[in-house]
């Protein structure tokens, strides 16, 4: 059995699961419903589903090693569409949804440029040269000391509390 098959069926339980919650609660009153009683089951089942994928994610990511080559061959021109659009506003000062147009009818003469400088040049936040991860790791671990101290906090008081 092939990985991606594994997957595949994962993501269509998963989303027959969640067709299952929206057809259970479309139309309900607002207010208590009985059928409402009928979305655990799908809940439980979802949040199991997604448990054992991140189990095995965890697992297997850690061991994936990328191919450049292949990598590198699924670079193809009309990957960079956008960034042909984004190059004509910038030149010929055209709005950008018809420099979309133009690149999308002639995305066949887009060339492939330099994967790595386009990388970089992609600097606004969230991008893929500027992930901004230094800033998450930051606040990762303010949210660590936060929840640390509130833990610490507990520990306090409920040993206050068994002691008394």
Do not use: M
């Not at 606040?139 to 520990?155: D, G, M, P």
């Amino acid at each position: 059995v092939s990985t991606q098959s594994t997957w595949g069926g994962r993501a269509a339980r998963f989303l027959g699961l969640r067709t299952g919650l929206c057809a259970t609660t479309i139309g309900l009153n607002s207010g208590y419903n009985r059928d409402v009683q009928d979305t655990k089951a799908l809940l439980i089942s979802a949040t199991q589903l997604a448990e054992g994928c991140l189990a095995v994610l965890t697992k297997a990511v850690p061991t994936l090693t990328p191919v450049r080559e292949r990598i590198e061959g699924a670079l193809t021109p009309d990957l960079y569409a956008t960034d042909a659009a984004f190059a004509l506003v910038r030149e010929k000062g055209i709005p950008f949804r018809d420099a979309y147009v133009e690149v999308g009818q002639h995305v066949d003469e887009v060339v492939v440029p330099d994967h790595e400088a386009t990388l970089r040049n992609r600097t606004h936040a969230g991008s893929t040269g500027n992930l901004g991860l230094s800033a998450l790791v930051a606040q990762v671990e303010a949210e660590r000391v936060k929840w640390t101290a509130l833990q610490s906090n507990l520990h306090k008081q409920w040993n206050t509390l068994t002691e008394a």
